[in-house]
Every structure is written in C-alpha cells, then in structure tokens.
C-alpha cells in the first residue's frame, strides 16, 4: 500500500519569502512523485514531477522539489513567494508500474501568501 | 487541443435525482479517472477505465456508474442522488511513458445535492 501525508494544513507566508511546502510518502515500490497546484475554482496543474531521474526536480513558476529516498520526502520549495502562488498544492504519489487506482493523493496544503 | 472538457460547471440536484457529469478528452488517452474532492481529503478516485469498453472500481465507487463506449468520453452517472455526493468532480485522462504517468485533469464540476 501506498500513501502521502502532506504534514501542515495551511502554510503562511510574507511576499518575496520562501517557501516550504512538505511532503512524505510511504510505497512499497519505486514511486513517481508529483505535485500538482489547484487555484481556486479551478482544476488541477502540475507543477513538477519526479520519476527517478535527478532529484532535484524543477517545475513551472520557479518551484523545486527534492527527492529524498533516505527520508521518503518530496517537499516543495521556492526561493521567493509571490501572491500570484496563493493556492492548494497536492503531493501525489504513483507506482510507476501501476495503473490509475494507485495514485493517491496527499490531503492538501493551502498556501496563504501576505503582501 | 481543448484537453479535458467537463461539464456542466455547476449543478444542483434534489435528493434521488439522477444525472450524468460528462467528460471528454482529445488527447487519445487511454486511461481516464473520475476523482471527488472534499474539503481535508485530498482527491479519492471514484472509477477509472483503461480503455473504450473496460471500466474498474476506484476507492468511492458506491453510487456511481460510469461507462467507456470512445476513448474520448467518459460520463459519471449519479443514479439517485444523496447530500453525501456534494463535492467538486474531476475528470482525469492520463498519459503513459516509459518510465511515468501524467494526469490531465478537467476544470471541475461543482456539484449540490439539497
């Protein structure tokens, strides 16, 4: 079994901060990793993937996430917050052998950002 | 390439009505997901299909029907609508590499159940 834990709720920050998104997973297998952006009243967006290749993994809008397997983190981060980012972001989690059923989805974290 | 397309945006039901949430890709994908989302809870998977014809049970499936007659289209029937089917619905196709695979996901339909 698999599953994501996306460990605050809601995250604040000022403007031109960074940011700190966090992520851990549990898998049986090799996963494949994403994050996936969610504005509201609108559908989801990738930001970033991870699918065993570098990892440290660049996405759109300047986010950057790390693949830490001895830690079995995925955090997302991004140097400097812009009020354009405020939104929910989702970390997913996808056996790369698997089919649409095991993709499973963290709970959310909503990112606040303040001018 | 308009995507994923769903619709309608917005709908309200009484209890124990039934209606159909349509879905339609253009991408020649052959997987699709129709997922519920709910406030703290993440995206839960309610059905997939891995192709015209073929359909499998997600995580919430209890009240729900969906059928694969195209590779384009993938409609979610709610057969009696409950309160408990209030939630925001996506519609999902997916693309498969080698070594990943990438959800494209609808922009939502808002759905109420009174």
């Known amino acids: 079994a698999q599953s994501v834990t996306q460990l605050d709720s809601h995250v604040s920050v000022s403007e031109g901060t960074p940011v700190l998104l966090r992520c851990n997973y549990s898998s049986s297998y090799s996963p494949s990793l994403f994050w996936y952006v969610q504005h509201p009243n609108k559908g989801l967006q990738l930001l970033l993937k991870y699918t065993s290749a570098a990892t440290l993994v660049k996405g759109i809008n300047g986010f950057e996430a790390e693949f830490k397997k001895s830690e079995t983190s995925f955090h997302l981060t991004k140097p400097s917050a812009h009020m354009s980012d405020a939104a929910e972001y989702f970390c997913v989690v996808h056996i790369s052998s698997g089919s649409a059923r095991q993709l499973t989805f963290g709970s959310g974290t909503q990112l606040t950002v303040l001018p | 390439n308009a995507g994923v397309t769903q619709t309608p945006k917005f709908q309200v039901l009484k209890t124990g009505q039934s209606m159909t949430l349509q879905c339609a890709q253009d991408m020649n994908h052959e997987y699709m997901s129709w997922y519920r989302q709910d406030p703290g809870m993440g995206l839960r998977l309610i059905h997939y299909s891995v192709g015209a014809g073929i359909t499998d049970q997600g995580e919430v499936p209890n009240g729900y029907n969906v059928s694969r007659s195209t590779t384009e289209d993938f409609p979610l029937r709610l057969l009696s609508a409950a309160p408990s089917q209030t939630s925001v619905y996506f519609c999902?196709?997916?693309?498969?590499?080698?070594?990943?695979?990438?959800?494209?996901f609808g922009p939502g339909t808002r759905l109420t159940v009174l």
């Open positions: 999902a196709s997916e693309r498969r590499t080698s070594s990943y695979n990438e959800q494209f």
